[in-house]
């Protein structure tokens, strides 16, 4: 061993510079009390400083540091020594009261991922644009207003996550990271991109929800490798019609809480999509076409002002969670019995004054809430329901329950408060003797 690396450091034989580091840092989390004086920083196993589960600790590899951790330390700075570590492939600092981050940062060549959620960033240093072979940037939740334009230089990223910050524009050089995969740019003050950012071909994780967006361009329809779309809270009053030529978007679109009185007939080409949400918007009917959705497991709908729903609803024959409260509907379609494989159905809060005969035919049902409609009475398949294990019929007009109800022996609660019932059956007992819980 030369004499440049014979400086022990917890028992790991480390060159004189990162030593000082380590020393250094060590120092800081000495002052703060995360370390009690003349503790060192520990030496954490591969495995566990890869996944995140060491709050305090480094890893090294051939006598030097490649992977550190000060998570949830209070720490305000990091020493500027920080960018003699350059070994250093993975960085974790999530947690801290960091404000700004060294320009020595730039020297850490070999970073692969920085995790630096929760701090209090403001900005980013010019060097981090030297930072060739960085994959993977956490930045959630800091109080960053711009990305420096270098950002654009790292060609090999692959994650950027920079959710909950104070974004207002996004730089265009973006559109040189054709590597990325995954771009978060939530709860940010976007209120619109530059036509480039749709060059990001590669993306396959979009979320732009909870800023201030108005308008999305067409497009959209690069962005093909696409499977999650988070557009939801913002100022959407329509979407790009070119939104369907996403022949990928499989996983997840939400679209909650934008300003939408209509869908674009290119909805109906997202055959593979499984959860879609547009609740808290202006919608007062559903086109035919959503039909089409056939792979859907979740659809939300609550919240907007849907006074029917097309027969072709009943298409969506993989559905297990429909949500539908907070509307203006007066009836269900009869085909939403062809929905066997629906278990969770919440309609209250709507103006049902009658349920379909085919409701009996939601066999796998556990989950059904009806409360606060105007229902005098419920279809006789209602019986068939047997798997249920909780039903809302508060606030409706009741005023008897059929004994087929009793065949319901899987409840766990069953409120029926706020109706009128004239009678109180005997087989409520029943119920409860089997351990229902029953509100009357």
């Known amino acids: 061993m030369s004499r440049e690396t014979e400086y022990i450091y917890n028992g790991v034989a480390l060159p004189m510079n990162e030593w000082s580091t380590l020393k250094d840092l060590e120092a800081l989390l000495q002052d703060n009390g995360n370390l009690r004086h003349g503790e060192t920083i520990p030496v954490v196993l591969k495995n566990r400083i890869v996944v995140l589960d060491s709050k305090i600790g480094f890893y090294a590899e051939n006598n030097s540091v490649v992977a550190l951790s000060a998570r949830y330390c209070e720490l305000t700075s990091l020493p500027v020594s920080l960018g003699q570590l350059t070994n250093l492939q993975q960085l974790d600092l999530t947690g801290n009261q960091i404000t700004s981050l060294p320009e020595s940062l730039g020297n850490l060549i070999r970073l692969k991922k920085i995790y630096l959620d929760g701090n209090q960033i403001t900005s980013l240093p010019e060097s981090l644009g030297n930072l060739i072979q960085i994959e993977e940037i956490q930045l959630d939740e800091n109080q960053l207003v711009s990305l420096p334009e270098r950002i654009g230089q790292l060609t090999n990223l692959k994650i950027l996550n920079v959710y909950g910050n104070k974004l207002t524009i996004v730089p265009m050089s973006l559109c040189h ?102 609740t808290d918007n202006q919608l007062t009917s559903l086109p035919e076409h959503i039909g089409n959705l056939t792979n859907l497991i979740e659809l939300r709908l609550y919240n907007n002002q849907l006074t029917s729903l097309p027969e072709s609803l009943g298409n969506l024959i993989n559905l297990k969670e429909l949500h539908l409260m907070h509307n203006k509907l007066a009836s269900l379609p009869e085909s939403l019995g062809n929905l066997t494989h629906l278990k969770k159905l919440s309609v209250f809060n709507n103006k049902l004054t009658v349920l379909p005969q085919s409701f009996g035919n939601l066999t796998c049902l556990t989950d059904l809430d009806l409360r606060n409609n105007k229902l005098t009475a419920l279809p006789t398949s209602f019986g068939n329901l047997t798997r249920l294990t909780y039903l809302d019929l508060r606030g ?37 003797e089997c351990g229902c819980t029953v509100f009357k």
């Open 177 to 278: 990271l054709k590597s990325l995969e995954e771009i978060s740019m939530g709860r940010n003050k976007l209120a619109s991109l530059p036509e480039s950012f749709w060059q990001l071909t590669n993306l396959q994780i979009l979320n732009l929800g909870e800023n201030q967006l108005s308008s999305l361009s067409e497009s959209i329809r690069n962005l093909t490798n696409l499977h999650t779309l988070d557009i939801g809270h913002n100022e959407l009053s329509s979407l790009p019609e070119s939104l369907g030529n996403l022949p990928h978007l499989t996983h997840f679109l939400y679209i909650s809480n934008n300003k939408l009185a209509s869908l674009p007939e290119s909805l109906s080409n997202l055959l593979q999509l499984t959860y879609l949400n547009i």
């Open 396 to 432: 409706n007009k009741l005023v008897s329950l059929p004994a087929y109800m009793r065949d319901l022996t899987n409840l766990e609660k069953l409120d029926l408060r706020w109706n009128k019932l004239s009678s109180i059956p005997d087989w409520l007992q029943e119920l409860e």
